[in-house]
Structures are given as structure tokens and as C-alpha cells.
């Protein structure tokens, strides 16, 4: 078996079997390709059925060189699910990751904004531009709604029920989820609605929320970069993407003490654990608050 066929079956697996959406697809296919890149690299006829845990070894020895480590701890676990895929369809008895180990990395928490610099952010948004309105929206929805890119980018008009104070989001695994809307939010979007300006849209995009000149669906790499410069002009220093704003609404609802679970459903989460780690967040807040303010502290 070829590297492509075995690419290409793989592809199908996470897509029909695991339900896995298309980003996360090709980010575990370019990891793989990495791989393929390396034993190219070498000359050698290193393919998914012969390749040995030796020569996965150097090229995680070489990916150290180049990459974080966590960075390199993700990709490792992509090639796990690789090879696993492989010892279960059949196609190979072993499976060469097993003895595979994942570099220790220190355990980090994203940035989080505080209310007024989700604010500040906000308003560093270029008010002149054609498109103002519109990217206050999005902004506006990515914090109060706690969406990922892609969720805000697939909404549609027709996910928005504002009479039941709610919008349905796609989320991973093409799964829909329901999540409450603030009322001022609301209120946001039905104006730029009442305002949006009648224009083209593009042949299955009719439906689409926010769209960009071509009359299309807006793509992820737009919305960092209104992220990105809006930082810029608000003076904020963090290390600020459309994700800080999603972090941040999970980390203010559980500091004013909402409940885990559902906050679980909020963001979205399969997994509780992955919600928890807001909770660690909320204590080193606590934890920072104590040290800075405490008598008793020095």
C-alpha cells in the first residue's frame, strides 16, 4: 500500500467512521504527510506497511529540532491514530507507535480577556470600514456565545431563534448544539440584519449570517486578522485570536459560579475534562487576586 491510498482510506475513516470535521481531518492528514515528507527525505522505501518504530523515532528526533513540544506531542498522537487505523482494518499486525513517547510539556492555560478589555476589543475595531457593523457582530457573538471560528462561520440566518432566546450551532463531528443569546446580542444582530445592505449572494450561501464581499461565507484566516488588528489599536498585549474570546466567556460564567455542566454544553465540550480546566483557571485567577492584594502575601 502507497502512502496516498493509505492517506486517502484513513481520510474516509475519520470522516464516515469518526465523524471528525474537515479541519480537524486535514490537520491529522498533514501530520501524516510530514511523516511521508521525512521518508522521502531518506531514500528509502519506508511505506505504511513497513515503516519501523526506529524510523519513527528519528523523525520524531528530527521534529524536536523544529517544533514545540506540543507541538510534537500532538502530531504523535496524530500518527498514533494512524497507525492504529491501519492494525484495524487489517492492513498491518503491528503497530510501530506503541513504544512511541510524548515529550513532557508544562501545563499552560490560554490568555483569557477581562470584560473591559473584551470591550477594548471591541472597539478597536476599524469603525469606518465597510464591513463595521458586521465585524462588531461577529465579535459580539464569538464572546457572548463562547463559538469557535468555524461555528460563526457556518451560522445561518435560519439557525437564529431569538424568540426562544436561542441559536443552533454546528459544532465538530457535524453535531448541533443550542445556545442561549444575550439580549443585547440580540438586539445587535437584528439591527444589522434591518441594515445589511441587498446584495449577490453566492449560489449556496443564500442563507448564510455574515458574508464577505463576494457574497460568500467568511473564512477563518479574516476573522483572526479583524481579531489580530483589533488588538493592535486597543493597545492589548496578550497573545489574542477569535478563540481568546471563546475562552474567555467559559472563564467568566464559571467565576461567577455557573455550573460546570452546563457550561460543558455551552462550548460544546464531548468531554467534561476538557470543560474542567476552566475551573483550574478560575483558581489561579483567585490564586493571582490573593498574591496581588493580600496583606499577608509577601
Known sequence: MQWT??????????????????N?????????????????QLNEKNLPLTID????????????KEVQPTTQSRIISGLKGFFMFLQLEGYRKDNPTELLESPKTRKTFPDTLSTNEVDELINGLDKNGTHAFRNHCMLELLYSCGLRV?????LRCSDLFFE????????KGDKFRWVPIAEETTKLILSYLAQRKPKKKAKGHEDTLFLNNRGKQMTRAMIFTLVKNAAVVAGIKKTISPHTLRHSFATHLVENGADIQLVQHMMGHASITTTERYIHMSQQHLKDAINRFHPRAD
Open 53 to 64: 518504530t526506529e524510523t519513527l523515532k528519528e523523525f520524531i528526533y528530527a521534529l524536536s
Open 5 to 22: 491510498k493509505a492517506i486517502e482510506s484513513y481520510s474516509f475513516y475519520l470522516k464516515l467512521e469518526q465523524g471528525k470535521s474537515e
Open 24 to 40: 480537524t481531518i486535514a490537520s491529522y492528514v498533514f501530520d501524516v504527510r510530514r511523516l511521508v515528507d521525512f521518508c522521502e
Open 164 to 171: 426562544q432566546g436561542l441559536i443552533r450551532v454546528h459544532g
Open 150 to 154: 468555524s461555528e460563526l462561520t457556518q
